[in-house]
């Protein structure tokens, strides 16, 4: 991918909010610093994850903000979405491409596993993920990626995200182990102002 083309900024990812009223309150402020948004909910029903992306659909549509769903490719093309996050056992990165066309992000957690992030790209990833790079409350358990998983993946010539508890205080280490995107759950929405946390890390890529 031409670096002038790579996309950067915060990739914002929704927390688990059972109300999908609430969760389009909460996520439409932050959105003006947003790249891209994740819809992520591992907890919910079927149904209620194809209201909620739906509704997240129509409003990054608005804000012109791609939407993403985290591992289910079959919903964000029922929802039109711009993409899926596949992590493991999430299917292949062809079967998702079949979904949702052959111009979808489709994107692939790598952990800390350079032979995955190898062969994600082989098969046509568009961006490849790497965490957690710090210690994250989403997934206290999470394997830990480091710097060197990041530098040694550009090779691959692909957008790199960070994930995994970053912060408006840390991103600034993310982004300079190389991280094209920092992928941002808690760091943003339990923010004391998730807004302010949301123009802090969207600054740091223009610093």
Known sequence: ?????????????????????????RVAPLLPFATWLQYRNKGAHAALRERQATALRMLCRD???????????????????????????????????AHLGEHAIVGASCYDDPARAARAAAAGASYLAFGALFASGTKPGARRATPAHLQAARVHGLPLVAIGGITAENARLAIDAGADLVAVIGGVFDAPDPVAAARAIHAQFSR
């Open 63 to 97: 804000a012109g903000v791609p939407l993403l769903v985290n591992d289910d490719a079959a919903l964000a093309a029922r929802v039109s979405a711009d993409g899926v996050h596949l992590g493991e056992g999430d299917g292949a990165i062809a079967a998702a491409r």
């Open 1 to 25: 991918m031409d670096a002038d083309a790579m996309p950067r900024g915060l990739y914002l990812l929704t927390p688990d909010e059972p109300d999908t009223a609430r969760l389009l309150e």
